[in-house]
């Protein structure tokens, strides 16, 4: 597709596209397309693709930048035309997840609504006593969900303070991974589609693994790399088709859209916080108010 739309830009006039035409090698923008469902953005993508033609020395080193960002414009274009339904889904993944990381368990309301407390200290900022910062403080609600093998999983993204410590050789920052402390929303919105897709990688081998057991077929592997013994390796291709269909057969997103609303049932999210994923939300989410003039969607 890549090819076919630089062929069209040629036909323009585009002088980048002519200077890239027949130069497009699939290792050029294997890495864009692979890295996309991490959230790889325009300036990721143009970093990796002018690499890639730094790297082929056939491209004038003065125009690397300017071919990388028009290829990379094409080539997202592309993955977002070709992988359609895979992008409306890392979508929904991705909002899902900013709603979770923003939101507050109901128990939390009252703490929040109630009158703020006046400080001691006059030095102390009086915006630290308004509702949007209390808001802040609470959101501490880390995405969580349940592989289709039955194993929870806690996403540990949080903004942890880092103390620097001096030492005679170096600077060392230590942080406290068990003190409270607010989520990450970004990091937790972010590695969420990746993080997702992973543990049902993981619920596929272990399948594939239990089946090999079942019917006493050596198995051994490495990340995504299913290894046996040869007189097997038939046997074992198709237990890793059968699982592998039999997984993604089973309805894997509205089971994790049924647990997200069993799970964080109650929670309340406040619209100030999430102002950038309100479009994106359900016409019929609802609507609630709270003391000081602010909104929290449900």
């Known amino acids: 597709m890549v090819e076919e739309q630089i062929a069209k830009d040629v036909e323009k006039g585009d002088h980048y596209a002519t200077l890239l035409s027949g130069k497009i090698a699939r290792k050029v923008v294997k890495q864009t397309v692979m890295t996309t469902v991490y959230g790889v953005t325009f300036i990721g993508a143009r970093e990796q693709i002018e690499r ?167 198995f051994a592997s490495v990340h995504d790399s299913y290894w046996t013994h040869a007189a097997a390796v038939d046997e074992m291709s198709v237990i890793i088709r059968e699982t592998f269909i039999g997984l993604h057969s089973s309805n894997v997103l509205q089971r994790l859209s049924d647990e997200f609303r069993e799970r964080y049932k109650g929670y309340k999210v406040s619209l100030a916080s999430v102002s950038g994923v309100i479009s994106k939300l359900p016409k019929n989410a609802k609507i609630h108010k709270v003391e000081e003039g602010k909104d929290v969607k449900s």
């Open 52 to 218: 890639q033609l730094k790297d082929r020395k056939d491209v004038p080193i003065e125009e690397c930048w300017n071919a990388a960002s028009y290829l990379a414009k094409v080539t997202l274009a592309c993955i977002g035309d070709l992988f359609s339904s895979a992008k409306e889904i890392q979508t929904w993944l991705n909002t899902c997840a900013k709603l979770v990381a923003k939101s507050i368990p109901p128990e939390r309301l009252a703490v929040i609504t109630a009158p703020p407390v006046k400080p001691k200290d006059r030095r102390m900022k009086a915006a630290s006593q308004t509702l949007f910062s209390r808001i802040r403080k609470e959101q501490m609600t880390s995405v969580i969900w349940t592989t289709p093998l039955g194993l929870p999983i806690v996403q540990p993204y949080r903004q942890e303070k880092r103390k620097q410590i001096m030492t005679s050789l170096q600077s060392v920052y230590l942080s406290d991974p068990n003190s409270p402390a607010a989520v990450n929303s970004m990091k937790q919105a972010t590695a969420f589609p990746p993080n997702f897709v992973h543990s049902l990688d993981a619920t596929h081998m272990m399948l594939t693994a239990l089946e090999c057991r079942t019917r006493n077929i050596t």
